[in-house]
């Protein structure tokens, strides 16, 4: 099968925000997206605060990946996280997944990034084993905090 990969566009938003629910039902986590149309359009074509890949099959959207700029102070360098990676479960285990990850390394490798990075579900064994293979190594010995809604207002309204 041949895919292609394009970057996403603002024509884009229904599918992306699609996509973002397909991999949220994935994930058991469709309770979470509260993201609309215009929160992305603001976010990703506006400010810019993150880029958009989707991966075709034909003229077929079959996925996409999420991704943003970050820093390493101990590398010096920029990097990349890679928010959100999926295809969908029809076009699985037909190398989407390893081209769009291709594809963000060359992007990597061209800005002069120091690192990928990304987290992945623990019970998610396929994407961890598809991950491995590509030679990608778990932070076992770091835990992922996160601060958010009530918690971040009220950390942020503290004197």
């Known amino acids: 099968m041949e895919f292609r990969i394009e970057p996403a566009t603002e024509r884009d938003l229904p599918l992306i925000l699609k996509l973002i629910k397909d991999l949220a039902e ?18 990703l074509f506006s ?11 034909g003229d077929q959207p079959a996925g996409f990946a999420v991704f943003f ?15 959100d990676i999926f295809v969908e479960p029809k076009w699985r285990r037909k190398g989407l997944g390893r081209q769009l990850l291709v594809h963000l390394a060359k992007i990597a490798n061209k800005r002069g990034y120091g690192r990928v990075e990304w987290s992945v579900l623990d019970w998610n064994e396929p994407a961890i084993g598809f991950y491995r293979a590509l030679g990608a190594r778990p932070m076992d010995e770091w835990t992922v905090f996160r601060l958010s809604g009530e918690s971040l207002r009220k950390l942020g309204a503290s004197g």
Do not use: C, D, N, W
Request: charged fraction near 25%; hydrophobic fraction near 45%; aromatic fraction near 12%.
């Open 26 to 43: 994935y994930e058991k986590l469709a309770h979470a997206v509260v993201a609309t149309e215009e929160m992305l359009r603001e976010s």
């Open 47 to 57: 400010k810019r605060v993150a880029e958009v890949l989707i991966g075709y099959a």
């Open 69 to 83: 700029q970050t820093f390493s102070t101990f590398l010096g360098a920029p990097g990349m996280y890679l928010e």
